[in-house]
């Protein structure tokens, strides 16, 4: 049973346009999300979080926005650059739990010039 | 070198042999954690570890042991590899329990071919 799951494969953008990638969840439980960035033959590495009483958080060119009624996150990339191309992960964890994370399946991003 | 490191970064082993991958942190971190990667799937939690001697499972523990005799490591022991372990390994640690921020700190992989 997938908790955590990202439905687009892979994903497409020129440069400079805005990047948004999508997360649903289905466990009413998690309290914490976060997004990692993988390049190849590396491991991933933490990019932004957002609380479950938060609906937005913003860092730089990254802003995460969590639809918690519809159990629904993205991540939202402003302007796209081409070393932005990599797989992102969402993952999530459930309140009062050590910091034990689920992730999606990744949704692989290729920034076009 | 302050950080997390995984070796070996590349294994080819035969079906039913023990293998060993190793993980090693700097930062003394309570938390460690083993991953697989698998087209599809994602990333799934095999074992975690909370301190040296608590150890528990994660989505997928069948076929893997573990072991945190102390802090800094935390070996991931196929007992009898199959193929279906042909996988990319990740280890990672954390510093944070219930108030977690930054999340976790993933070594480089150990990518493992089962023959």
């Known amino acids: 049973d997938q908790q955590v799951k990202q439905n687009s494969p892979s994903l497409s953008v020129q440069e400079g346009r805005i990047s948004i990638l999508n997360c649903d969840y289905t466990n009413s439980m998690f309290d914490y999300f976060l997004w990692y960035k993988k390049y190849p033959a590396e491991g991933p590495t933490f990019l932004i979080s957002?609380?479950?009483?938060?609906d937005k958080n913003e860092d730089g060119r990254f802003t995460v926005f969590l639809n918690k009624s519809a159990k629904h996150l993205s991540l939202h990339i402003v302007p796209s650059q081409p070393g932005d191309s990599a797989v992102y992960f969402c993952?999530?964890?459930?309140?009062?739990?050590?910091?034990?994370?689920?992730f999606g399946t990744g949704t692989r991003l290729q920034v076009t010039l | 070198d302050a950080g997390i490191t995984q070796s070996p970064r590349y294994k080819i082993t035969e079906t039913g042999r023990q293998v060993t991958l190793m993980c090693h942190q700097t930062w003394s971190h309570s938390y460690m954690f083993w991953y697989r990667q698998d087209l599809g799937h994602g990333l799934r939690l095999i074992y975690y570890s909370a301190a040296a001697d608590i150890t528990d499972k994660g989505e997928v523990p069948d076929g893997y042991v573990v072991s945190r005799s102390k802090t800094e490591n935390f070996p991931l022991t196929l007992e009898s590899a199959t193929r279906s372990q042909t996988s990319v390994y990740f280890c990672?640690?954390?510093?944070?329990?219930?108030?977690?921020?930054?999340?976790?700190?993933f070594g480089s992989g150990t990518r493992l071919t089962v023959v």
């Open positions: 993952a999530a964890r459930v309140g009062g739990t050590a910091s034990k994370l689920t």
């Open positions: 990672a640690s954390s510093d944070q329990g219930i108030g977690i921020v930054g999340g976790y700190t």
């Open positions: 957002i609380s479950s009483i938060k």
